[in-house]
């Protein structure tokens, strides 16, 4: 792997107190191109823009993926990341969907690994502090062509952050017209166009005073699949239930960990799909006690109300909430701070910097 350090770190001018997520990034940069059907030798380098011919296959028709996974420090320097192989595995399963040829996985490893030791000044300590980190891959042919690229980009860049949603009250609007996924298609990859054709529907959404979209089932709009860019869980009376995994709903990180650490927790967990009339008949008749969205980004979001055919419903604060247990447990883990007896945890190897 070729390395160039940044001449200057930019950490200075950061103000870590005022963090918005996904706006400020670090001083390096891990790139690697795919050419002549190869990948070539990778190489970190300062972060800086890249340049593009106009004409470049992902810029017209979308062949692009990334993924999403976040590095914790802990009190004794300690770098730490969460389930990369489960991220190395999820970009290589989404650039199948796509068409892009399999990434190494020294290459994803080596690169990561180096990047953050890099990097590390970048991860604050602290509830609540976390590098986000970036990979993603694109088709980089010159050519408009409506075929698959024959050169791409892979690249991961890290951006340190704190909370997702910043404490609001997130309230979701349940689809009725819009869909994320339908069978067949890309829905459980995690492809940068499943991103953009939400902006619209959710931009119609905020319009009306939600943050998000309950995104439904493409057929009949009946059953409950995703919350926005997040997994879905519903807890009703002290079961917690989530939908089944498919080619519609991606195959998440945190859900699945939610998942087994519920059932280690003693909490009763419940895989099937679920429709908009159980939610309303459990809101009605209050058995409906959380719902929540879980991603990497904001590890879970609980949802406060939801809307429905021009009807809000509002949930009670839920004592002893899921949510709140769930998220403290998995960030805890995170962070080092209490034992980690699923393996998830992954020891970045740091050296001294001089
Ligand atoms: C996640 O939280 O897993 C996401 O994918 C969110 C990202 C699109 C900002």
Known sequence: MKITHAQESKIKNIDFDNL????????????CDYKEGQWKTPEIMPYQPIQMD??????????????????????ADGVWLFRPEENFARINKSSERLSIP??????????????????????????????????????SQAGVQASASNAYKFMI????????????EVHVQVAEKFSRAAAG??????????????????????????QQIIWTDANTHEYLEEAGTMNIFFRINDTLITTPTSDRILDGITRKSILQLAAHLGIKT???????????????????????????AVVVSPIKGFGYQNKRHILEDAPDSFAAILKDHIVNIQRNVV???????????????V
């Open 20 to 31: 918005n997520f996904g706006e400020i990034f670090t001083d390096h940069m891990f790139v």
């Open 54 to 75: 106009p004409s470049s296959s992902v810029f017209h028709y979308g062949q692009a993926v990334f993924e999403g996974m976040k590095a914790y420090k802990d009190d």
């Open 102 to 139: 399999e990434f190494p996985e020294e290459f994803f490893f080596e690169g990561l690994e180096k990047l953050l030791d890099m990097d590390k000044e970048w991860i604050k300590k602290g509830a609540g502090n976390s590098l986000y980190v970036r990979p993603f891959v694109f088709a």
């Open 185 to 210: 298609g890309v829905g459980y990859a995690k492809a940068a166009g499943n991103y953009a054709a939400q902006f619209y529907p959710t931009t119609l959404a905020l319009n009306e005073g939600f």
């Open 339 to 353: 034992p980690d007896p699923f393996g998830w945890r992954h020891e970045v190897k740091t050296t001294v910097s």
């Open 157 to 168: 860049i890290c951006s340190p952050v704190s909370s997702y949603y910043s404490g609001r």
């Open 270 to 296: 419940d895989v099937r799909p679920i429709s908009i009339h159980e939610l309303l008949s459990s809101k009605e008749d209050g058995s409906l006690k959380e719902i929540f969205g879980a991603g990497t």
